[in-house]
């Protein structure tokens, strides 16, 4: 699939590498939004000045420090200096996933079982790569997987605290931070040692007129043939501006009629929210009261976005959790994590 739009999002990273790392960023938005994909397309976009090292924590189960490790550094089995290696590699590709480790130095590091060793080795290598005239860029995505994972203390404050290292005290490294988990980024938002040492970018669906460009652009690449105005606004009114969603209807509409698509889409979604609302009112779940949740999505049924303190903490951190609604901390403000949610929401409630 080809990549569409975000030419502002685009423009602003890009224009943040073009200066000296000053702040860790973290780019959020609701699910499925396209970070993943938008990073992405940022690192396509980069001359060979940079380095980027990419972890993705997505897929790794991450439950014990070895694990982390294990994301961080990519082994090899040569017995060549760490340096060296590193910088050898980097003379072919420009983004690495896992720092390039040789084997016995990996052993020694994971033997330490402390951070900070880690934190040293890794600044050295990007010293080094500084000198060669690169520019590093870390990006982790998928963040909060980490949030709760101990080592001695949280894993993710000394990680903050060597980030904060290298973009603010040594200008080293620019750090880019992914998170579609809403009350990670509000803890993040909340937390003291962060405060002006952090920024935000939010990646959020795509807006009306977006959305229906897209479109367009589907029709063009995936149907070869164009749609009318009254059914890109029915796409619209049905999902809203989610890209994933845009482009699941697109693949379907090769072989099945649009209204039946929708339909179909917007049912499946309100079978969940009905499962949902039937598990918490037979039993309460973490204190999360039946009614609270039911009054809770009542004020979506006028409203798309609402401000955040007018649903209780519990229940608000329940349908967070539980992917139906979205809390931008920055704005202070909650809604459905789609206008598919929403449409269920209106629909049920
Ligand atoms: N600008 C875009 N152009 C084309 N396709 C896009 C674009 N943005 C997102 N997509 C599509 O949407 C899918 C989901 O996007 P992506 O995985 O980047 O979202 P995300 O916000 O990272 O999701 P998560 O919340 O799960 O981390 C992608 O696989 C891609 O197919
Ligand atoms: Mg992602």
């Known amino acids: 699939m080809k990549f569409f739009n975000r030419e502002k999002e685009i423009r602003e990273i890009l224009s943040i590498l073009e200066f000296e790392p000053n702040f860790i960023y973290f ?5 499925n939004s396209g970070k993943t ?7 396509n976009k980069l001359d060979e000045k940079y380095v980027v090292f990419y972890f993705d924590l997505r897929e ?3 439950s014990k420090y070895e694990d982390f490790i294990e994301v961080l550094f990519e082994e090899y089995e040569e017995d060549k200096d760490p340096i060296e290696l590193v910088k050898s590699l980097v003379k072919d590709s420009s983004v690495l996933f896992g720092i390039p480790t ?3 130095t990996l052993e020694n590091l994971l033997s330490k079982k402390k951070p900070k060793n880690v934190f040293k080795y890794i600044t050295n290598i990007l010293l080094e790569l500084r000198k060669e005239g690169k520019q590093p860029i870390i990006i982790l995505d998928e963040l909060q997987k980490i949030g709760d994972l101990k080592i001695n203390s949280f894993l993710i404050y000394e990680l903050f605290n060597y980030f904060i290292s290298l973009t603010k005290h040594k200008h080293l490294c620019h750090v880019f931070c992914l998170s579609s988990d809403s009350l990670f980024i509000e803890k993040v938002y ?6 002006d040492r952090v920024d935000y970018i939010l990646v959020d669906d795509f807006d009306k007129e977006t959305a229906l460009r897209f479109m367009d652009f589907l029709a063009k690449n995936i149907l070869n043939k ?3 105005n009254e059914e890109k606004e029915l796409i ?4 809203g501006g989610k890209p994933v969603l845009i482009i699941k209807v697109f693949n379907k509409l090769k072989y099945k009629d649009l209204n039946e698509i929708l339909d179909f889409m917007l049912k499946d979604e309100c079978s969940k929210l009905k499962r949902l609302l039937a598990r918490v009112k037979i039993r309460k779940i973490g204190g999360v009261e039946y009614e609270n949740i039911i009054n809770a999505l009542k004020l979506f049924k006028e409203n798309y976005i609402v401000d955040e303190y007018i649903v209780d903490e519990d229940t608000k951190e329940y349908l967070i959790k539980k992917n139906i609604l979205f809390l931008d901390p920055i704005e202070s403000t909650l809604r459905p994590q789609s206008y598919l949610v929403w449409n269920a929401i209106k629909k049920i409630i």
Do not use: H, T
Request: zero cysteines.
């Open 190 to 195: 909340s937390e003291a040692m962060l405060e």
């Open 60 to 62: 790794i189960f991450i």
């Open 27 to 31: 780019i959020y938005g609701p699910i």
């Open 37 to 43: 994909a938008l990073i992405n397309e940022v690192i």
């Open 226 to 228: 164009k749609l009318s």
């Open 236 to 239: 619209y009114s049905y999902v």
């Open 102 to 104: 040789p084997k016995n």
